[in-house]
DNA sequence: GAGGGTTCTCAACGCGATGTCGAAAATAGG
DNA sequence: CCTATTTTCGACATCGCGTTGAGAACCCTC
């Protein structure tokens, strides 16, 4: 099996590698990964179409690497609610909107890769461990809220795995319609949205 | 172009449409869309593979033309909820009943279809006129709970995208996961959930 | 600065799926 | 039975993927 890919000091190697995974970033926000060959994401990075198999297995192993490396970043975006006390709207609100911005230049081709029909295993198991490990960090979250005597209704790992969904297509309808939403409005929204959904009443709001 | 299929009266090749149709429903039940060659979509309907272009002219064609058909079935699925007054919870629930029913059979490559990354023209067309339709009928729902007094503190086609959203994700990953739920506490869990995301409270919970 | 191992590159090949064409077979009507 | 339309299929051309084996470039060490 080929794509070993460099092991030794950052040599020519490396360099190539990050211009195929910078290449195929670039190339996947304009268009969608299907219609993206191996052979222009080589071009682009400066070699020839073989040589890509040096470095990858396959369209969908640069793939989960790139998700691996956009999705290292985003693992803070909602630490501070996660690690919050009480309802803390301000603190989900930015991490809301710490998410959409993600979203709103890499959205699309991060939904495509995480909503593929038939993932290879590369795929499915980066997507595996980011799912689990967000609906984790979100479960305990909500436990700790219910051990604080807020109310919770459901089981927690249902209602983690319900408020990433929602946040995950709601971003993704923006990405699509970019011009149906306020920014402001929909994260306030959208705040509101999980907060009921969490816990039945927002603070300072009209629900009773 | 070829597929224009038969136009005069029902003789043999309406039969071999059909059967497309039917052959192609039960493969895709089993198997990613995109594994499923037109070689064997051919053969599985009894012609060889270059017939079937005389009927449709793409493998997403066979999809857009079944999505059709079955989402032509399911539009009444949520009509008694929606059509309903107040919150109603039974008949919300029996609704999602009914979808997850669906969903069961027919969830897997529905969702490929509608969440692929780039849908041919026919698939786009069928897909942006159902979440046009399904959103409207909800937020029609929701605007109508707004003037009777209840409170919904967002958008109503904002609300209604989430709902449709989050009934689709639940299902999907039902679908994915068929032995991590029990249908009953599911079903019991998303009608709450969607109460309390739309309305805050559920009647005769313990929100507050 | 020659040798030798490793790292890297690429042209050529084989494969499988798609879509097109034109000729032939089935079918229906007069 | 003869003819026109509908239906079927074999052969071809194309495209993208992944492999292979030969060799160029690089980097050490002596």
Chains 1, 2 share one sequence.
């Not at 070699?47 to 470095?55: L, P, T």
């Not at 699309?108 to 980066?126: C, Y």
């Amino acid at each position: 099996m080929p794509a070993t890919g460099s092991r030794r000091g950052p040599t020519k190697g490396d360099q190539r590698e990050r211009a195929l995974l910078d290449a195929a970033r670039a190339l996947f926000r304009k268009r969608p990964i299907s219609q993206v060959t191996i052979d222009e994401l080589a071009n682009a990075a400066g070699i020839a179409r073989s040589g890509f198999y040096f470095y990858f297995e396959s369209k969908q192993a640069v793939l989960a690497a790139l998700c691996d490396q956009v999705l290292g970043e985003s693992d803070r975006e909602m630490a501070e609610w996660l690690a919050s006390d009480g309802l803390d709207r301000g603190a989900l609100r930015r991490g809301l909107a710490r998410s959409l911005a993600r979203w709103r230049v890499d959205g699309g081709w991060l939904r495509e890769a995480f909503v593929a029909p038939d993932p290879g295993p590369e795929i499915l198991e980066v997507r595996e461990r980011v799912v689990a490990d967000g609906c984790s960090a979100f479960s305990q979250r909500i436990e700790r809220d219910a051990r604080a005597g807020r109310t919770v209704s459901a089981p927690p790992e249902l209602l983690a795995s319900m408020v990433i969904n929602l946040r995950s297509m709601v971003f993704a309808d923006v990405f699509a319609r970019p011009d149906a939403y306020v920014e402001d409005e929909l994260l306030d929204a959208l705040s509101d949205a999980i907060l009921r959904l969490l816990y039945g009443v927002v603070p300072g709001s009209d629900a009773g």
